[in-house]
T-cell receptor, first 114, second 118 residues
Framework: NAGVTQTPKFQVLKTGQSMTLQCAQDMNHNSMYWYRQDPGMGLRLIYYSASEGTTDKGEVPNGYNVSRLNKREFSLRLESAAPSQTSVYFC?????????????FGSGTRLTVV | AQKITQTQPGMFVQEKEAVTLDCTYDTSDQSYGLFWYKQPSSGEMIFLIY??????QNATEGRYSLNFQKARKSANLVISASQLGDSAMYFCAMRETINTGTASKLTFGTGTRLQVTL
């Protein structure tokens, strides 16, 4: 009964390095999302995938790319990390018809770029 | 674009007292949903309560209730009989329909940090 699994939980990068944040869900949800959380700013949507095979930009997509590898997996890639990308990243999944409890969040990845 | 506003960066409440956390929203959609999440210091996002835009009664879940005033576009969270374990960050969020109604996404407010004191 894992729900949404994010890896890694913590990561420190040097400016200019690249990395991929992994996310997998086992609830057969169609939609998946990547959010970032910064102090005083709440959670902001980076990219989302409404269904397998589609991805779209959210509110703050610059500096990121995503891949919906299959229905279960949605990865977030930082090609050239910048200190401004220091944040906590959350992956989430949802199913449209499950209104009330339809969003499930991963436990987050704390990323520091030095 | 949808917008969620939480005007209280921080709130204090005494144990066993009730507290109201404010949330206002802006949308042109007729169908939408409003959520409240709790984020303790451990960082996970915990779903608390949900209100659909067509629901006529205010949602309740145990000690949590949502004071939904559609005309005023507000969806305040009321926590009754506060407990020390309620100390956390609380986020209001709104579900927006996308992809011609076959999917949705959440827009979050900036959050309110609640501290429960003895």
């Amino acid at each position: 009964n894992a729900g949404v699994t994010q890896t890694p939980k913590f990561q420190v990068l040097k400016t200019g390095q690249s990395m991929t944040l992994q996310c997998a869900q086992d609830m057969n949800h169609n939609s998946m999302y990547w959010y970032r959380q910064d102090p005083g700013m709440g959670l902001r949507l980076i990219y989302y995938s409404a269904s397998e095979g589609t991805t779209d930009k959210g509110e703050v997509p610059n500096g990121y790319n995503v891949s919906r590898l299959n229905k279960r997996e949605f990865s977030l890639r930082l090609e050239s990390a910048a200190p401004s990308q220091t944040s906590v990243y959350f992956c989430a999944s949802s199913e449209w018809h499950l209104e009330m409890g339809g969003y499930t969040f991963g436990s987050g990845t704390r990323l520091t770029v030095v | 674009a949808q917008k969620i506003t939480q005007t209280q960066p921080g709130m204090f409440v005494q144990e066993k007292e009730a507290v109201t956390l404010d949330c206002t929203y802006d949308t042109s959609d007729q169908s939408y949903g409003l959520f409240w999440y709790k984020q303790p210091s451990s960082g996970e996002m915990i779903f608390l309560i949900y209100q659909g835009s067509y629901d006529e009664q205010n949602a309740t879940e145990g000690r949590y209730s949502l004071n939904f005033q559609k005309a005023r576009k507000s969806a305040n969270l009321v926590i009754s009989a506060s407990q020390l374990g309620d100390s956390a960050m609380y986020f209001c969020a709104m579900r927006e329909t996308i992809n011609t109604g076959t999917a949705s996404k959440l827009t979050f407010g900036t959050g309110t940090r609640l501290q429960v004191t003895l």
